[in-house]
């Protein structure tokens, strides 16, 4: 009787391989957690400024609709309470067969480390009738290692207008 007694007691302990499994398993969750984490932060980040470029976007193109497309049409003075706009000479490339107004930098304050690049274009389609081009693009990765911005997401969009 003595000797099933110590087979119980032996066999009651946890092994030293089963607690390593226990713990190869735990940081297995761990880390797989972590990553979704990290990656639903990401693609929640790259939809925020896929959205402020959209943003962007329309309140300048509606802005320049207001006043029927006119070819003098100046953002800066137009909306320069509401963003800090300023004319650049870099910007996404227009359209070929639209004419430039001219290319903007868009400096948002409450969107941090995105800058956002504008560019603006018209054509006329008919007598009357006129289209407005306006391209914002944007860094998704940040500054390069010399500093420059390296855009590589853009956001088009262009909307017609009556030219009385």
């Known amino acids: 009787m003595g000797s099933r007694a110590n087979n119980i007691r032996r066999c009651r302990g946890v ?53 029927s497309g006119d070819v003098t049409y100046d953002p800066g003075a137009h909306l320069g309470t509401d963003l800090d706009i300023t004319q650049s000479t870099a910007g996404p490339a227009k359209p070929s067969d639209f ?15 995105v800058t956002h690049y504008a560019t603006l274009s018209w054509k006329d389609v008919q007598p009357g009738l006129r289209a407005l081009n306006v391209i914002v693009a944007w860094a998704q990765r940040g500054p390069d290692e010399d500093g420059n911005e390296n855009v590589d997401k853009s956001f088009r969009l262009t909307i017609y207008t009556a030219t009385w």
């Open 15 to 67: 092994s030293l391989v089963g607690s390593m499994v226990a713990v190869v398993i735990l940081l297995i969750a761990l880390i797989g957690t972590s990553s979704f984490r990290y990656c639903a932060a990401m693609d929640a980040r790259k939809a925020d400024a896929h959205t402020t470029a959209a943003r962007v976007a329309l309140m300048l193109c509606e802005s320049w609709r207001g006043i």
């Open 99 to 113: 004419t430039l107004l001219g290319s903007y930098v868009v400096e948002l304050d409450d969107v941090r480390d």
